[in-house]
T-cell receptor, first 115, second 112 residues
């Protein structure tokens, strides 16, 4: 199993450009998440998905969009990049079944700089 | 989800036990205690979680007080590779989106 993979590892964007951060998992997890982590801070949830076709906002969704057309993939779209979106982005996935709780598995992250 | 309080930093000698405390005095009866760690620049890694009873796995032990208002993560024989930020998170199992709320964590430095 590759686990959770993210591409690209690094990216520099100019203000106003757009891009898609890719995330894929091969563990057949139904839940997937996008977090951002600013320097010296904890992670904040951007969006999450409980299954294909179902997404919902997290704590900091403004400026981002997501889609979930398959169980495996959960891309994050930045439409008009702003310097405030300079951050490290982590994708995660977890299994979920009823009221039971399972750990989240994280990808290696994408380091994004907007200038 | 209940708020947690952790010391911002701790040191530990290599080979000794590292005891990381976490206070969660407002925890509810259906909330679990989770521990994750983040080694520099990497994605967070799950360590352990528990509800009431003490738990142990291959990585660590989790001791939860009887009143559940605090807990301690124990790394029995810390190595240099355990240097990381450790996050204590309290949340309801199966809650909306099963999301994790990360605070500041404890930066553990293991020294030779």
């Amino acid at each position: 199993n590759a686990g959770v993979t993210q591409t690209p590892k690094f990216r520099i964007l100019k203000i106003g450009q757009s891009m898609t951060l890719q995330c894929a998992q091969d563990m057949n997890h139904n839940y997937m998440y996008w977090y951002r982590q600013d320097p010296g801070m904890g992670l904040k949830l951007i969006y999450y998905s409980v299954g294909a076709g179902i997404t919902d906002k997290g704590e900091v969704p403004n400026g981002y969009n997501v889609s979930r057309s398959t169980t495996e993939d959960f891309p994050l779209r930045l439409e008009l990049a702003a310097p405030s979106q300079t951050s490290v982005y982590f994708c995660a996935s977890s299994k979920q079944s009823g009221g039971s709780s399972y750990e989240q598995y994280f990808g290696p992250g994408t380091r994004l700089t907007v200038t | 989800d209940a708020k947690t309080t952790q010391p911002p930093s701790m040191d530990c000698a290599e080979g000794r036990a590292a005891n990381l405390p976490c206070n969660h005095s407002t925890i509810s009866g259906n909330e679990y205690v989770y521990w994750y760690r983040q080694i520099h620049s990497q994605g967070p890694q799950y360590i352990i979680h528990g509800l009431k009873n003490n738990e142990t796995n291959e990585m660590a032990s989790l001791i939860i007080t009887e009143d559940r208002k605090s807990s301690t993560l124990i790394l029995p024989h810390a190595t240099l590779r355990d240097t990381a930020v450790y996050y204590c998170i309290v949340r309801v199992a199966g809650g909306a989106g099963n999301m994790l709320t990360f605070g500041g964590g404890t930066r553990l430095m293991v020294k030779p």
